[in-house]
C-alpha cells in the first residue's frame, strides 16, 4: 500500500531521539480507527517507517521485562537475541523487513529506560490536567485529553511525527464509535464533539505557552466530509469527498485565516479548490521539504507522497 503521512516524515527526518520512535499513532480510548494499523503503514517504504502505536491507558504493550527475569538474565537475552539476528542478517542482505524487526528490538530495549517516564501522566501539574479535561467525568474526553498530553509530552522529547485519533472502527453500532454518521447526524456529533473541542484547544494552548507551536505543525483533518441531504429517509448523511474542512496551526501557518469554500450546498469546494496533493505540499513547505524532491524509487517510479500533483497554498503561510 502507500505509506502513511507520518512514515514519510520519519523517512525525510529520521529520529531526534534514538531511544524513542521517529513516528508514533495514538488511537482512541475506544480502539483502533477504522483500517486499522494501515492507517500507520509504511507501505512501500522501508518498513523501519511503520508508526509505533502507544496510547495513554497502556503506552506499551509487553515493554517492561517479567519479574522473575532479573535484569542480568535480560542483557544476556538481548545480547543472544543481537547476535543470532546479525548473523541470519548476513543472509538476507537487503531485507528491509528484517532490519526494521532488528531495529524495533533495539529500539524497544532502549525504550526500557526512556518511555516509562515519558508516558507518566502522572507527573503533570493540576493546571495542565484541568486545561485538557484529563479528569473530565466523561471517560472518553479523559482519555482523549490524557492522549493529547501523551502527544505534547512525546513531541517535547525529539517525536518527529504523532498521530491522534478521535474514533474507532465500527462495530454495527453506527456512529457511536465513530465520525461516521449514516443515520443520526445531529445526535452523533452532539455526543462526538464535547470529547474533542476542549482537549484539542488546550493542546495549542499548551504547545504555544511552551514555545513548541512555533516549530511544531497541527494539522486537523480527515478524509472527507458528508453529503448536505439525508441518506435513504435518515437524519444521516453519505460521505462527501468533494468538499470537507481542515486545519493547521504552528510552524508559520497564518492564523484566523480562512481559505476556500463550498457551493451554497456544501456538496462541492467551489471557491480557492484545496486538494489534498495541494494539503500535503502546504505541509512539507512549512516542514522545509520541496514535495517534489522528496521522492522513493518504487516500481520504477519516483514516487512522493504528493503523486504528480500539489501546490504549496501560500495564502494560508505568514
Known amino acids: 500500500g ?4 507520518g512514515a514519510w516524515m520519519s523517512y525525510a527526518l529520521g529520529s531526534a531521539n534514538e531511544n524513542l520512535p521517529a513516528y508514533v499513532a495514538i488511537p482512541d480510548v475506544r480502539g483502533e480507527p477504522p483500517n486499522g494499523k494501515a492507517n500507520w503503514s ?17 503506552p506499551i504493550r509487553n515493554l517492561q521485562r517479567p519479574p522473575a527475569i532479573s535484569l542480568e538474565d535480560d542483557k544476556r537475552s538481548h545480547a543472544l537475541l543481537e547476535e543470532i539476528n546479525q ?14 524487526r532488528m531495529a524495533a528490538y533495539e529500539l524497544a530495549a532502549k525504550m526500557q529506560l526512556s518511555a516509562p517516564e515519558v508516558t507518566d501522566l502522572n507527573r503533570e501539574s493540576l493546571s495542565v490536567r484541568k486545561l485538557y479535561g484529563m479528569d473530565d467525568p ?22 518527529r511525527y504523532v498521530n491522534l485519533y478521535c474514533a474507532s472502527r465500527a462495530s454495527g453500532v453506527d456512529g457511536l464509535l ?40 497541527v494539522l486537523w483533518t480527515t478524509e472527507f466530509g458528508r ?7 435518515t437524519s444521516g448523511r453519505d460521505h462527501n469527498p468533494d468538499a470537507f474542512t481542515c486545519w493547521m496551526a504552528g510552524a508559520g501557518i497564518r492564523g484566523g485565516v480562512s481559505h476556500g ?10 471557491v480557492d479548490t484545496t486538494t489534498v496533493w495541494d494539503f500535503y505540499a502546504t505541509a512539507l513547505h ?33
Not at 509504511?42 to 497502556?58: T, V
Open 42 to 58: 509504511h507501505g512501500f517504504l522501508p518498513a523501519r517507517h511503520q508508526g509505533i502505536m502507544m496510547s495513554a491507558q497502556q
Open 87 to 100: 548473523v541470519h542478517a548476513k543472509s538476507h542482505p537487503g531485507d528491509s523487513a528484517l532490519q526494521a
Open 138 to 159: 466523561n471517560p472518553l474526553k479523559a482519555g482523549f485529553a490524557r492522549n493529547c498530553v501523551l502527544a505534547r509530552r512525546l513531541l517535547e522529547r525529539g517525536v
Open 227 to 233: 453529503m448536505p441531504t439525508h441518506q435513504h429517509g
Open 286 to 318: 512549512l516542514l522545509g521539504f520541496d514535495h517534489e524532491r522528496l521522492t522513493v524509487y518504487h516500481n520504477g517510479l519516483d514516487r512522493r507522497l504528493t503523486d504528480v500533483q500539489g501546490h504549496v497554498v501560500q495564502q494560508v503561510l505568514t
Open 261 to 270: 469554500a463550498s457551493d451554497a450546498f456544501g456538496r462541492r469546494a467551489e
Open 2 to 5: 502507500f505509506p502513511s503521512a
Open 178 to 217: 465513530n465520525w461516521d454518521a449514516h443515520k443520526t447526524l445531529k445526535s452523533d456529533y452532539e455526543r462526538h464533539c464535547p470529547i474533542l473541542d476542549q482537549p484539542a484547544a488546550a493542546l495549542l494552548t499548551d504547545l504555544e505557552q511552551r514555545g513548541l507551536l512555533e516549530d511544531t505543525l
